[in-house]
């Protein structure tokens, strides 16, 4: 009797300090070694500190003193001007905008009160005069976030601006500040093309590889045809579809505009290779015991779809969803340098690389206006690059222990 309970008080003590111990022990998820492991690539994490720390200029370049993107300045002191050109003040200060929108707010009252024909030419004149508000004409009509910034910005700097240290172009306009403006369009044109490319993508990949049959052949013969005619020509088609007088005012009453339109083209046509990727994964996962529990409890295709099986193919769009960014901005600037992407008074980086080759000459180059929007670009689509190889590696399983 003494012999059990010695035995039985041992074996207590020793899964107690087996709970103990395994108590110390603390799991990694996926997510979290994935991290580890790119921390400790060097190039992936400077790559993402830099666009970090571009998106956030990017948006915050309503804030900074820089000189106005589209004013233009004739005069021959002001034009090609190399980098490091002396400062030029804002030709407008925040009592300027007090006192132009103290105007507007006279003209509406005055619009209110009046009927009939009155009333509709004091609308007329009302429209106009919005369009000549002076941050509609520095900023090409800036929307309420970015009003509010640059109402800021005047308030803090007033007419002080940051020197040309890009120089100016051919007439007059800061290098520094369209680059740093067109940041911002070159950015979202990626992202946002990416992200309408991913949700089209995923979904249509994930719907065809688990249906399987007749309904994958129908899916995929789809995207075989997309993908036998050349992207540019589904571009300048959608494009010039979209840009007719009619559509483009029955769009603007949506509150869409051209940029927009632009946004969802170049998206609507880049979901083909992420389609077809999802596709092979899920076909890969459906079959799998996580799978068929989801669907003995009693989950619906939809809910296998989108709750089970895209979570596990994320590693994998997230990768390429990296490097599609890169290939959307490059597509961008491609078209805006043919003159058929971004239009001005908007500005991009590829607009402004090809602003810069039209005045290269063999009399003169002006080799400032083509480096640092080509420079920008470049960076930024290395940076990407970096960070899609290092996402790879962090999230193969395979290579958790090299």
Known sequence: MKLTERNSTGKTASYESLLADAAKIHGVSLWMDAWRRLRKNRAAMTSLVFLATLCVCSFLTPLFPLQSPQFIRLAPEHQFQPPNTKSVLLPISLDDVRMFENSLTAL?????????????????????RQREHPLRNLW???????RVLLRMRIAVFGRWCVPSLFG????GRDVLARVCWGSRVSLIVGILAALVSLVIGVSWGA???YAGGLLDDVMMRIVDVIYSIPFIFIVIFLISVLNEEGLKQRLARFGISQITVFYIVIGAIYWLTMSRVVRGQIISLKHEQFVDAARTIGAGPGRIIFRHLIPNVLGIVIVYLTLTIPSVMLFEAFLSFLGMGVQPPDVSWGLLANDGIKVITPIQTYWW????????????LFALNFLGDGLRDALDPRMKNR
């Open 168 to 171: 100016t172009d051919e007439i």
């Open 369 to 380: 206006l083509v480096l640092f929007p080509g420079l920008a670009l470049a960076l930024t």
């Open 108 to 128: 509406q009252l005055e619009q209110r009160a009046a009927s009939g024909q009155e009333a509709r030419r004091l609308a007329d004149e009302l429209r106009a």
């Open 140 to 146: 090409n009509a800036p929307g309420p976030l970015t």
């Open 207 to 209: 719907i065809a590889g």
